[in-house]
């Protein structure tokens, strides 16, 4: 089965906070995302990664920045956390150039206060 | 501007009927279609994916696409109040191997 984590499900921080959220997978997974949704939005792409150190931008990468520095693990870096960053943000990876099937973690709420 | 466009629904169907899940989309030459299903307080979960004009059925569930008219829909037969979930349909993006755009999704309920 395949398994991807988010290192918490539920965080709660202050304005100008950097916040740290990190997701694993364990399917040699080369390709992973990060997600944000929001009621009505649907699923917005902030970040991609299609490899170790690379990194491309999604729809809405401002305020946020990545890092892949291993296969298995993709963190999501919000420099200055805002309330407008208030929201559900899920992880995703998968395989296959053009993408197949991705799988999600479990997702973490983040709310800024 | 690439668009995929569902009802948000609710669609409210009674058990054991046939629920009909709709998705348009605006990017001509995408080739890659998923439906997603998202229980609430859960993340998406992939159930069917499909490729080629026509139908796919895997079980109780019927995906069916047409590109001339750019729409993919998936069907439920047999409908059980576990089906009741947020569907996301989602279609891959023409000028990148990566990316997919999503739909806002629409919410099915099954009433027993």
């Known amino acids: 089965d395949v398994k991807v984590t988010q290192s918490s499900r539920y965080l709660v921080k202050r304005t100008g906070e950097k916040v740290f959220l990190e997701c694993v997978q364990d399917m040699d997974h080369e390709n992973m995302f990060w997600y944000r949704q929001d009621p009505g939005l649907g699923l917005r792409l902030i970040y991609f990664s299609y490899d170790v150190k690379m990194k491309e931008k999604g729809d809405i990468p401002e305020g946020y920045s990545v890092s892949r520095e291993k296969k298995e693990r993709f963190s999501l870096i919000l420099e200055s956390a805002s309330t407008n960053q208030t929201s559900m943000y899920l992880c995703?990876?998968?395989?296959?150039?053009?993408?197949?099937?991705?799988?999600f973690g479990p997702g973490t709420r983040l709310l800024v206060l | 501007q690439k668009e995929v466009e569902q009802n948000s629904g609710p669609l409210s169907v009674p058990e054991g009927a046939i629920a009909s899940l709709n998705c348009t989309y605006s990017d001509r030459g995408s080739q890659s279609f998923f439906w997603y299903r998202q229980y609430s307080g859960k993340s998406p979960e992939l159930i069917m994916s499909?490729?080629s004009n026509g139908d796919k059925e895997d079980g109780r569930f019927t995906a069916q696409l047409n590109k001339a008219s750019q729409y993919v829909s998936l069907l439920i037969r047999d409908s059980q109040p576990s089906d009741s979930a947020t569907y996301l349909c989602a279609v891959n993006v023409l000028d990148s191997n990566y990316q997919l755009i999503w739909g806002a999704g629409t919410k099915l309920i099954i009433k027993p």
């Open positions: 995703a990876s998968g395989w296959g150039q053009p993408v197949e099937t991705q799988y």
């Open positions: 499909i490729y």
